[in-house]
């Protein structure tokens, strides 16, 4: 199954620093632009409107002051319509709109009553002049000029509204005392297209410079980036065993210097597992120079042992002991001698397997048949349990055996003279085998160990079956050489178990076992029966 693109950006971004670096990078200078931007625009909106409206205030005053002149010298045949038409005229050629209304009589005013004639630019919507301005203005108790911010709207669908200023004036005519509202509007479009300029101005450039950002962030983690990823690199193929591997020195910075302590360490790396090799070849050829070696003079002291063992009846009783035990540590000798040379063909690669199909449940009843005797001696029943009949695999029988041998003696050697059950069951992948018992277990950490050479879980516990402290080991290669497992599992007190689990035709691969490597009987083991 093919992992989905949002997987694969989260694989990237988790193994990718340079990417997170440049995005973080990104996305911090880009809250950076935004607050300044909008701070800018800000104060340039700020800027524009306070000044539109002083010179719209101031505006409006000199037109309002010559508005009232006109009224403070009318005569008896005042024109307003064409007062009105002069200031709309004034006003279409310094861009801006005027209402007048008015005459509202003294009694009107008083009264509240704000209804009177009305003469505006035409084209205007009155709706323009907000309602509370007017009453602000042309209530008796007007303070004389105000204004607000309105949207002039004008009729028909030809001009579109604007934000504009409205600013309202009161003016009263000396003669007999009828009072007249004058207001100005003045759009704000110049301002509003500024704005917009400023604002696409702000995004542009913040666009642009989040740009310059990302690849300036991304040409300076690369320089940073580049060395450790050739230093990663570098180290995979040590790792992978390419011991000449080094990186190249360039500069004299701290990259520089890191690269020369990298190459120093991989240098005295080198020297160090050279040696180590060197010596372990040694090893294994003193060993099994040493194991062959041995089968001669081996060979000759059997024979003399055997010729003494069997003439033991004549001799008297201290010499007929002396030769029955040096007939039994012979044969541990020439035990061990075995194991020593199986391990050094391990060691040298040199193990093969002769493969034919082998039925577990009948090699467990033959390995229980092959140790009964000890068994019988120890106190120790075998049982054998076979949960899928037949369990055939494709293995080396000889190898396989001695797995299976190893695991049942040492199980009774720590069984003190409990029941050892024999597990087998098999799946589609392949089968295992199982040997638990309820002795004194293993602690925390022993089921690694237990697999190491000459490793005891009780160094105080004497070898009842003869071992030579390489059966564990020996029998781990053997699994290994298999494709299989050997595991183990215990408690202190609660008993051990070990599994074998094999693949069921050689170099097949195996992703579970039949059989759990916790035992069931875990918490509670059952009583031995007699």
């Not at 293993?442 to 030579?468: C, H, I, M, Q, Y």
Request: proline share 4%.
């Amino acid at each position: 199954m093919q992992p989905g693109p949002f997987r694969g950006a989260a694989t990237f971004w988790r193994r990718s620093i340079q990417a997170r670096v440049v995005l973080s990078t990104v996305l911090l200078s880009a809250l950076v632009v935004s607050l300044v931007g909008w701070t800018l625009l800000r104060q340039i909106t700020d800027g524009l409107v306070h000044d539109r409206v002083r010179e719209a205030v101031a505006e409006a005053g000199r037109s309002s002051d010559e508005v009232q002149r006109s009224l403070s010298s009318a005569t008896s045949d005042f024109d307003l319509t064409s007062l009105a038409t002069e200031v709309a005229a004034r006003g279409a050629i310094r861009g801006y709109d005027v209402v007048l209304i008015g005459p509202l009589t003294r009694d009107q005013v008083d009264e509240g009553d704000l209804s009177g004639g009305e003469r505006f630019t035409s084209g205007l919507d009155l709706t323009s002049v907000p309602d509370r301005l007017r009453l602000d203005v042309e209530q008796p108790t007007s303070a004389g000029t105000s204004w607000t911010y309105t949207e002039i709207r004008y009729q028909g669908e030809a001009r579109k509204p604007v934000p504009g200023v409205a600013v309202g004036t009161r003016l009263v005519l000396p003669a007999d005392g009828d009072t007249y509202a004058l207001y100005h509007l003045f759009p704000m479009s110049a301002e509003q297209r500024t704005v917009a300029l400023v604002r696409q101005a702000l995004l542009t450039s913040g666009a642009l410079l989040l740009v310059l950002v990302a690849g300036l962030s991304w040409l300076v983690t690369r320089q940073v980036v580049t060395p450790v990823r050739l230093a990663r690199r570098t180290a995979e193929r040590l790792a992978a065993g390419r011991l000449e591997q080094r990186m190249q020195v360039r500069g004299e910075d701290d990259l520089a210097r890191l690269a020369t302590s990298f190459n120093q360490m991989a240098t005295s790396l080198q020297k160090q597992i050279r040696k180590l090799e060197d010596m372990s070849a040694s090893q294994r050829r003193f060993v099994s120079d040493v194991s062959h070696e041995l089968r001669t003079p081996l060979t000759t002291v059997r024979m003399a042992s055997d010729v003494l063992h069997d003439a033991r009846e004549d001799f008297d009783p201290v010499t007929a002991r002396a030769a029955e035990l040096l007939q039994n540590e012979l044969d541990r000798f020439e035990l061990l001698l075995t194991d020593l040379l199986e391990i050094s063909r391990f060691d040298a690669g040199a193990a093969a397997l002769h493969l034919e199909d082998v039925n577990l449940v009948d090699l467990a009843h033959r390995v229980v048949e092959s140790v009964d005797v000890l068994a019988e001696r120890r106190g120790t029943r075998l049982v054998v349990r076979a949960l899928s009949v037949p369990c055939v695999v494709e293995a080396d029988i000889r190898r396989v055996e001695r797995i299976v041998r190893n695991l049942v003696t040492n199980a009774i050697d720590y069984a003190d003279s409990s029941d050892v059950v024999i597990l087998v069951d098999a799946n589609d992948e392949g089968g295992a085998l199982a040997v638990r018992d309820y002795g004194v277990g293993l602690r925390p950490g022993d089921e690694v160990r237990v697999f190491n050479r000459f490793w005891r879980a009780d160094p105080s516990r004497a070898r009842t079956s003869g071992g030579t402290g390489l059966g564990l080991s020996i029998s781990l290669e053997d699994a290994r050489l298999h494709g299989g497992w050997l595991q183990a599992w215990g408690t202190p007190g609660g008993g051990a178990q070990f599994r074998l689990t094999l693949p069921r035709r050689a170099g097949g691969r195996v992703s579970r076992s039949p059989l759990p490597l916790v035992p069931r009987d875990a918490v509670s083991p059952p009583a031995r029966t007699p």
